[in-house]
């Protein structure tokens, strides 16, 4: 699993917020496609989190003794949240985007992977790339917290105007969604042992929450 399949997916739905933010009257087509993506989206990127619980791995099982250098460092996470950066802002992370000397800092860390010109952060539940989940739990969780906040906004413009039933439903699903996945970021980020245990029950309950609210608004649509 890549680090980017998580962060685009977040990137994804960040795009959306920005154009109904730029929306000045909620109607006609585009503001329920900027929802109708979201909502997609926030699908897969469920999915996604499923299917890796529990994360992140207990640090105590990746560390080899026999290998000192998979201790998780500093610098080695503020490196690996550069390129997380520059991926999401982005949406990849190029080598020549960055200068000589981090870029072949970069080639040489065995915790990101180089193919071509392109930079992954790779996601595993052993070894070097175990140690990558610290770094993008934090990523994800400031631009999670980020969305939660515009999207309440959002929720506001929209039930205070006449946007009808069927949008002011798929502004709050979004809006329910990234408090969900907040809450389940947040608990990743608090305490592995805890997130072990607990994980797999709340990815669930994040994608059920997701695909009630993807099958509502489609019922509603199609009324």
């Known amino acids: 699993m890549w680090a980017g399949s998580l962060l685009c997916g977040l990137r994804r739905v960040d795009e959306q917020r920005e154009k109904l933010l730029e929306i000045r009257s909620f109607s006609g087509r585009e503001p329920l496609r900027r929802i109708e993506i979201a909502l997609d989206t926030l699908v897969d990127l469920a999915e996604l989190l499923r299917a890796a619980a529990p994360f992140p791995p207990r640090p105590e099982i990746n560390i080899s003794a026999e290998n000192p250098a998979e201790i998780r460092t500093d610098a080695g996470d503020a490196q690996v949240m550069d390129v997380l950066d520059t991926s999401y802002e982005f949406g990849s992370a190029r080598l020549d985007r960055f200068g000589s000397a981090v870029a072949d800092k970069i080639t ?12 992954i952060v790779p996601l595993s539940t052993t070894g070097l790339h175990a140690r990558n989940w610290a770094p993008v739990i934090t990523a994800l969780s400031v631009r999670v917290d980020d969305l939660c906040r515009d999207f309440d906004r959002i929720v506001g413009r929209v039930s205070a105007g006449e946007s009808g039933e069927t949008l002011v439903t798929g502004c709050r699903s979004i809006k329910e969604m990234l408090e969900t996945l907040h809450r389940v970021i947040q608990r990743a980020d608090a305490s592995t042992r805890y997130v072990r245990s607990r994980t797999t029950h709340n990815g669930g309950r994040l994608l059920s929450t997701v695909k009630k609210a993807v099958t509502l608004l489609e019922r509603n649509n199609d009324a």
């Not at 040489?108 to 930079?119: A, C, I, M, Q």
């Open 108 to 119: 040489r860390n065995e915790r990101l992977k180089t193919v071509g010109s392109w930079v």
